[in-house]
């Protein structure tokens, strides 16, 4: 049955709607809750159907499909502020979620689910013909999902801070992302009738968190995170038994082969602290490589801050998007395709395209700890990275109540972190794109990691990161033989202001964001041993190249 909003939905509306500065609602809109879907496997997907007040309105629907629940905050960031706006907005629980029957298999059932939920769609009375889809992070999943085989409906797409790609993500360049795979594991496989509310998940989360850490630390790591989820969550089990991402099991998590086939306009959104912001730069290149009208916004926010900090900007964004796409006469054209926030001088800029001009400039490590602009004449610098203490994440693309840009003196104070920087600027400094490091090191253990990260220092001396990445060395390298490496730390937008400093950071792992590299060569599921390793930096040919795309790029 459908019902109009109560006042307090109608005034949380008006709140939203205000600090969020969303154009006027254009219409009433109506509930339908539990809208039942049957999929071929005989499963039930319910749904909650938000539409226009006028049973007759002829308009479009946007597909939601997220393992989350349908109430707080999706309902109100996106059922009732689109259906408020002239569209029907089915909001639908995934397989074995919040309502909707069978086994919830994460990220593996999506794609036939999916389509099964468009063959309904185009049952339905209400349905005029014209799809679009929306979604952040899982749900942005399960669009890419959809797009394996995109139906003829679809008009428009709106993908937030989501992968095509889950298993590189979960093995990322062959580390498992320990903390954000099993601490999401474990936070999703509570049955959705037991889960708490806002502010039991608060507290849940509190309790939890030294659970975690001895989750994070346990070996070996399969025991140990079985006792974390008490027998919840077997993909877990799963993900660690299979490390190959050649293996098949990983097909159903990795929707590559959309990025082939859409044709359809997309608006990516990201974030440069985000968990994802790798896949989203990929989306939009495939996709406008392919000449697909494309449009991308990367913004200064952690994988959460999406919802909240940025709901402002996207949310007024992806309405502009799906009108201007479906023939709204209230659309509000995007000036320019790309939109991207420049850390350091808080501006946005507006461009054709991504990335922009650059002149790559070279700074070059040294053994007294300088970042200087000519190669020195020789020299080293080494570093003992030891698992059983294993170097602690700091900030960065987390799912942590700590993520994002943080201080890193208390880090960059251990023995096992190597930092390299550069005299105060004279003059400030802006690059945007992928920072590049090409490394020249030994290592007197073949098992070992490489963490490479990018700080601004300050003039009270706070060293801010900015990106970073981490890298598997090649195994088949021996003890003490010459590795190089060109390591592509993920994208960035920033501007280091005159008398700031910039910071090269070189370590091996950032633990609990990534598994430790066990130094043995053990499986990561059943390792249990642990072996040090001596890491050297080798001067004179490693250097780290910059995109920059200010005047001040030849002022070093």
């Known amino acids: 049955m459908k019902a109009a909003p109560g006042l307090g939905a109608r005034a949380v509306d008006q709140i939203l709607r205000r600090l969020r500065k969303l154009p006027a609602p254009r219409n009433n809109y109506v509930v339908e809750r539990t809208v039942r879907t049957p999929t071929r496997g005989g499963s039930v ?173 346990g070996l070996p790591l399969a025991q140990a995170a079985q006792a974390l989820l008490e027998g919840r969550a077997p993909w877990v089990q799963e993900w660690l038994d299979h490390p190959d991402l050649a293996d098949p099991y990983w097909q159903p998590y990795n929707h590559t082969e959309a990025l082939r086939r859409i044709q359809t306009p997309t608006l990516l959104v990201g974030g440069w602290q985000d968990v994802f912001i790798g896949q989203t730069v990929a989306q939009y290149e495939a996709l406008r490589s392919r000449g697909i009208d494309v449009a991308m916004t990367l913004g200064p926010w952690t994988h959460f801050a999406h919802l909240l900090k940025g709901s402002a900007v996207i949310d007024n964004e992806a309405l502009d998007w799906l009108d201007s796409h479906l023939g709204h006469p209230a659309a509000r054209r995007r000036p320019q395709p790309v939109r991207t926030f420049v850390t350091g001088a808080d501006t946005w800029h ?35 990275y030891d698992p059983s203490d294993p170097t602690p994440s700091t900030g960065g693309r987390r799912l942590s109540s700590d993520s994002g840009v943080q201080d890193n003196r208390e880090l960059e104070a251990r023995s096992d972190v190597l930092t390299f920087t550069t005299p105060a600027l004279a003059a400030s400094l802006e690059f945007e794109g992928f920072p590049v490091l090409e490394a020249f090191l030994s290592v007197d253990n073949p098992h070992a990691d490489l963490f490479v990260r990018l700080c601004d220092l300050d003039a009270k001396g706070r060293s801010r990161n900015l990106t970073d990445v981490l890298i598997r060395l090649d195994p088949t390298v021996g003890p003490g033989e010459l590795h190089h490496v060109t390591v592509r730390l993920n994208p960035c937008a920033h501007r280091l202001l005159a008398g700031h400093r910039l910071r090269l950071q070189i370590s091996g792992g950032s633990h609990p964001q990534y598994a430790r590299n066990l130094g043995t060569g053990e499986p990561v599921a059943t390792g249990a041993g642990l072996k040090a390793s001596v890491h050297t930096l080798h001067h004179g040919s490693t250097r780290l190249i910059l995109p920059v795309t200010s005047a001040a790029a030849s002022t070093h």
């Open 45 to 217: 997907l319910l749904s909650d159907l938000y539409s226009p007040a006028d049973p007759d309105a002829d308009t479009a629907t946007i597909l939601i499909r997220t393992p989350y629940g349908r109430g707080m905050p999706v309902d109100a960031l996106w059922g009732r502020t689109f259906a408020a706006r002239g569209y029907h907005v089915l909001l639908q629980s995934v397989r074995g979620t919040f309502g909707s029957t069978g086994t919830f298999r994460p990220m593996a059932q999506e794609a036939e689910d999916a389509q099964d939920t468009v063959a309904w769609l185009r049952q339905q009375p209400w349905f005029n013909g014209n799809l679009a889809t929306m979604g952040m992070s899982y749900v942005a999943f399960t669009q890419w999902a959809l797009l394996i085989d995109p139906p003829p409906e679809l008009r428009a797409s709106v993908m937030i801070a989501g992968p095509h790609d889950f298993s590189s993500a979960i093995w990322e360049d062959g580390a498992f992302a320990l903390e954000t795979f099993l601490g999401w594991s474990e936070r999703n496989s509570v049955p959705f009738d037991q889960q708490p509310g806002p502010i039991g998940q608060l507290l849940g989360r509190r309790r939890s968190g030294e659970r975690h850490k001895e989750a994070f630390t």
């Open 350 to 384: 507006a461009a054709p395209v991504w990335p922009p001009e650059s002149v790559e400039t070279a700074w070059y490590p040294t053994a007294d700890g300088a970042l200087v602009g000519s190669a020195p004449a020789g020299g080293h610098s080494s570093f003992r």
